[in-house]
């Protein structure tokens, strides 16, 4: 069992605040249950031990480098302080800052929500892991440096010192949750630790400008700069989707050209495009069905117009706000009647409610998820579909973003039930689901040992849930398939699945919703679901 | 000491209503927040609530009248108010001692309301001293003993289980410092003691008596006991609406305004007014990308390409 992890031990520098072990993470089920077989985790190396902050467990997700001196270090702090004002402020703030101040001032630190997070119960519950611990940390920084009231956490034994090692160490910390944000619907109160989580990411980038560069740099910024976080440029998604269509026929037989940039259309489509790059068939099959049910629809050529990602949802409420912005504008140009999003959870979420509250006056767009137009064409009947062809074994995660966060439940489950005799619940799921591990970035963060971290234990729980959801067929002459409609937790599951070789051993494969939705057509011959890993 | 009792007391009156409002207007008064609601949100309609949906299942749900199911709402903060449901839920370990410690504030409420309301009818001649078996004296004396017995014993057991729980059990214990202790401490003394004043004084005279003297603005003598459990309560009233403790009013606000907050945008109605305005307000956020300086309003920055600006 690790070392017990105190409140006061934070600023305190040591080497690592803790370590965490192999044996000690929740257990797997079987045919996982031995620790012995689970890959080891890589050690940091010493080059990255010496150049970036590693104070806090066994990996790095920032990738901070240290101070060169103290001249700069004083700067980080006095950064960090006056960020800390401008989370308190209604100017700099006003996006999150009463639900901020609500989790802020009123926890009971009853601890009702530790059981709720994956992270901390498949870490074998190390208190760094509480849901509370980020929080409580952060709200003794505000009230002593945010609202300069130190002698009331001298009195009420909340000091806490603000140096490098707690900067680094929090910093760090924002990290190691996936702003699921269960604790919060566990909460008698209503705190939000997953909103605290986010308010400290934001402040570290909006101030500091520190945040994962997959992210920010390769992320957001990119986004802005080329139109996709993939680095593909318009030319470029145009011929790879081209590419696609031609795949599509050739897999199918059906003869597809995407439509671009088609004026009046009724739906703009916006994929993520990292569903272009590594799994061409999810726009390839949306292709398919929109065709088929003879639909009015379009995919967008403009900058950022195709890809639907928006990590500032993340970290950066102005990050957040400028793609939001650029989707809708480029809605307004092709005059379409709504933005459908495909299967992204994250992106979903930020286009259709975060930014319900940024796309005002002029900017204003419909925006709905897919799931509920693909859910429609299946219910409608327009497509002649045989659930016969999905005979095998199929659980359906829920993306928090899409479910928890949005209320879209039900719609991905009508089609599964129409369309998959063997479909089968993961435990618990709809809006009580677990996280796949990969939220808030973490599916596309994989520097230094991260990846090591984020299967072994952000993703652990899911890994749990799918295996006692296929307990019944667990022999590898049972092709099983974990529907995951949303691409950053189609991520997670991928990586998860290959770093336990489930695929090997247990034939577990992932894909989407609309893969499965194709290869119940049959005038499709061939099966659309490649039974091999990818 | 009858006068200075007295005056305490309208002045922690005074004060805790003030702090309560001020609390209120505090969260009432921060801007329209961006849409962060979570799921199950109850005044869904009923087929939703049962799996959590919400009307962004509905195809193109802006052409759909969105029907709020109130009752269902109301019956999910009651049962959250009166019964701690979530706590219940997820960790029932604590709401065996949380449970009978929210449920004797409840009913000390009520002695407390009926004591003052007693005493004000009286101060105004609408209730004379009251007559054995009349139904004033059932009311204003009978009744508040009877919640002041329950609401003392179940406080005094939910604070000491509280205190038990809050100095023993590992993980309440990092999280816990002596003023949550010193607060537990004093509700234990409040309540206990108040009890004893009660087993010695079953139809509460003395506190009707104090009641009575600040409506009519008339100091009255009481028992030293009662004296003690006065100025007791007056401490602890005093620190309620300026502490954590006050999460009654905030927890409006998560649940209301947060957590069930799944209000639409709609073109040119007053949301639209009130984000529209905030997009006017300045940003100082200093980091390379955004570059505020005070002068820049939102609009500008989320209107403007740091990868052009900049030339990255």
Not at chain 1, 181 to 199: F, S, V, W, Y
Not at chain 1, 213 to 241: C, Y
Not at chain 1, 398 to 414: K, S
Not at chain 2, 265 to 271: A, D, H
Request: with cysteine.
């Amino acid at each position: 069992m690790s070392k017990p992890i105190s409140l006061n031990d934070f600023d305190k520098p040591s080497e690592q605040l803790t370590h965490l072990e192999l044996q000690e993470l929740m257990p797997l089920p079987p045919p996982y249950d031995n620790v012995d077989e689970h890959p080891r985790w890589a050690p940091l190396k010493p080059q990255a031990r010496e150049k970036y902050a590693c104070s806090l467990d066994d990996t790095i997700a920032i990738s901070l480098p240290k101070p060169q001196s103290k001249e700069e270090e004083r700067e980080l702090l006095e950064k960090f302080v006056s960020g800390l004002r401008k989370l308190l402020s209604r100017e700099d703030n006003w996006s999150f800052l009463q639900p901020l101040l609500l989790s802020l001032e009123h926890c009971e630190k009853c601890q009702s929500c530790n059981e709720s997070c994956p992270i901390y119960v498949s870490s074998g519950h190390n208190d760094l892991y509480r849901p509370t611990y980020r929080s409580e940390i952060f709200r003794r920084l505000v009230n002593k440096y945010g609202k300069g009231q130190k002698l009331r956490a001298k009195i009420k034994g909340e000091d806490i010192d603000l140096n490098w090692t707690t900067l680094s160490r929090l910093a760090e910390l924002s990290y190691r949750c996936t702003l699921c944000r269960r604790c919060a619907q566990t909460c008698p109160i209503g705190i939000d630790n997953g909103l605290i989580t986010h308010e400290i990411r934001k402040l570290f980038s909006q101030e500091l400008g520190i945040a994962p560069k997959e992210i920010h740099d390769d992320g957001s910024m990119l986004q802005l700069k080329v139109g996709s976080s993939t680095g593909m440029n318009p030319l470029v998604v145009k011929d790879n989707i081209e590419f696609i269509d031609e795949e599509m026929e050739e897999m199918t037989g059906i003869s597809i050209k995407t439509p671009w940039d088609k004026a009046g259309a009724d739906i703009l489509l916006i994929h993520n495009a990292g569903e272009i790059m590594a799994w061409p068939e999810n726009p390839g099959a949306f292709a398919i069905i929109l065709e088929a049910a003879g639909m009015s629809w379009t995919l967008s050529s403009d900058l950022v117009g195709y890809d639907g990602i928006n990590y500032g949802l993340w970290y950066d409420d102005v990050q957040l706000a400028r793609v939001a912005l650029k989707h809708a504008e480029i809605a307004k140009k092709l005059g379409v009647k709504k933005i459908v999003i495909g299967e992204c959870g994250h992106a979903s979420k930020a286009l259709t409610v975060i930014a319900d509250r940024v796309l005002v006056g002029n900017s204003f767009v419909r925006r709905e998820s897919a799931m509920t137009l693909i859910a429609d064409i299946v219910d409608s009947g327009r497509l002649k579909l045989d659930p016969s062809r999905n005979n095998f074994p199929i659980t359906l995660h829920d993306p928090c973003n899409l479910v928890r966060l949005m209320g879209v439940v039900e719609p991905q489950r009508r089609v599964l039930r129409a369309i998959a005799p063997q479909f089968r619940e993961m435990e618990p799921h709809g809006v009580h689901n677990y996280c796949c591990g990969g939220g808030s970035g973490f599916a596309i963060m994989s520097g230094h040992n991260f990846n090591d971290w984020r299967t072994s234990v952000s993703a652990r729980m899911k890994f749990k849930q799918i295996l006692e959801a296929f307990s019944d067929c667990m022999d590898p002459s049972v092709k099983k398939y974990v529907c995951a409609p949303c691409s950053n937790c189609k991520g997670a599951i991928r990586d998860l699945l290959a770093y336990y070789d489930a695929w090997e051993k247990s034939s577990i494969n992932y894909g989407g919703l609309v893969e499965l939705v194709v290869n119940a057509m049959p005038e499709i011959k061939e099966p659309f679901i490649e039974w091999e890993w990818h | 000491m009858s006068a200075l009792m007295m005056g305490l007391g309208y002045l922690v009156a005074v004060f805790f209503c003030i702090a309560i409002l001020v609390r209120v207007v505090h969260f009432a008064n921060t801007p329209a927040h961006l849409r962060w609601e979570l799921y199950p949100v109850p005044h869904e309609p009923p087929e939703k609530v049962e799996h959590g949906g919400s009307y962004l299942e509905d195809t193109d749900w802006w052409t759909k009248k969105h029907e709020s199911d109130i009752p269902n709402e109301i019956k999910e903060m009651l049962e959250e108010i009166l019964l701690l449901k979530a706590l219940r839920t997820h960790n029932r370990k604590l709401w065996y001692v949380s449970f009978p410690f929210h449920s004797g504030i409840y009913l000390v409420a009520g002695f407390l309301v009926l004591l003052i309301l007693g005493a004000v009818l009286s101060a105004l001649g609408l209730v004379s001293a009251p007559e054995p078996g009349g139904l004033a004296r059932l009311l204003f004396v009978h009744l508040p003993a009877l919640l002041g017995f329950i609401g003392f014993a179940m406080g005094l057991a939910g604070a000491l289980g509280l205190l038990f729980r809050r100095l023993t059990e590992p993980d309440l214990k990092d999280f816990t410092g002596p003023v949550d202790h010193g607060i537990l401490v004093g509700f234990v003394l409040l309540f206990g003691l108040a009890f004893t004043c009660l087993l010695t004084d079953p139809t509460a005279t003395g506190f009707r008596a104090y009641f009575l003297g600040l409506a009519t603005a008339t100091p009255a003598a009481l028992p030293p006991l009662t004296y003690l459990v006065v100025l007791l309560g007056c401490i602890m009233l005093a620190y309620i609406p300026v502490s954590h403790m006050s999460h009654f009013v905030a927890k409006y606000f998560t649940y209301h305004s947060v957590r069930w907050n799944d209000e639409a945008m709609e073109p040119g109605g007053k949301l639209d007014k009130a984000i529209q305005k905030q997009l006017k307000l300045p940003v100082s956020w200093s980091a390379s990308h955004i570059a505020g300086d005070g002068k820049k309003t939102w609009a500008d920055v989320a209107g403007t390409n740091p990868t052009k600006e900049s030339g990255k």
